[in-house]
């Protein structure tokens, strides 16, 4: 009798343990990590998409232009089409360090293939978490952007970001820019 009740108080420990680590709707179903100790680390990014629309108005006409950027950068080639034919290839890096202290980095580098012109773009800030400390299911990198966390394993970090902005400089006609932008990043830990 007293092995029954032992491996069920153990069978219930773990259901709630592992319940109370998954917040994300890929999460692993079970992970000993919370979900602090799984963002903590050094992350590779390993594909990026984009898909984004900006709606143009003005008295004269409505214009839509969407824009869809997908790339895996396993390869560190990133592989741009503009729509018209032209294709810009890069070599493309992004490392994205989240430390413990609450403050990140995130660095890319980028050229393009052909040119000896290299670029590097870093922003060291904090981050935080975007609800309560319970739920974790978003975090904010402070001057790079706020995120929803799709996935969350102790290889795989999958972010999702969405926006809109509208810009009228006639409110009444409705005259300006409304722009959507949908954001898709995912990285793995070195």
């Known amino acids: 009798m007293k092995k029954i009740l032992l491996i069920t ?6 259901v709630a343990i592992s ?11 079970f992970s000993i990590r919370s979900r602090e100790s799984r963002l903590v680390g050094v992350w ?3 594909s990026l998409y984009i898909d984004s629309s900006v709606v143009i108005s003005s008295s004269l006409k409505v214009e839509t232009k969407s824009y869809i950027t997908q790339y895996p950068v396993d390869s ?4 741009y089409d503009d729509g018209n034919g032209n294709v810009r290839d890069s070599v493309y890096n992004e490392n994205l360090i989240i430390n413990d202290d609450g403050t990140y980095s995130d660095t890319i580098r980028v050229h ?18 975007t609800s309560d400390k319970k739920k974790k299911d978003g975090v904010v990198l402070a001057g790079y952007g706020s995120f929803k966390i799709d996935k969350l394993s102790w290889k795989e970090l999958d972010f999702t ?14 005259n300006g820019t409304n722009t959507t932008v949908t954001k ?7």
């Open 161 to 174: 970001y969405n926006r809109t902005a509208i810009n009228y400089s006639n409110e009444t006609n409705k």
């Open 112 to 129: 393009k293939i052909g040119s000896t012109l290299k670029k590097l773009r870093v922003v060291k800030n904090v981050w935080y978490w």
């Open 9 to 14: 108080a153990v069978i219930s420990s773990i």
């Open 76 to 79: 560190a080639v990133k592989k």
């Open 19 to 29: 319940l109370s680590c998954r917040k994300g709707p890929n999460d692993p179903f």
């Open 184 to 190: 898709t990043l995912k990285f793995r830990r070195n």
């Open 44 to 46: 590779n990014m390993n």
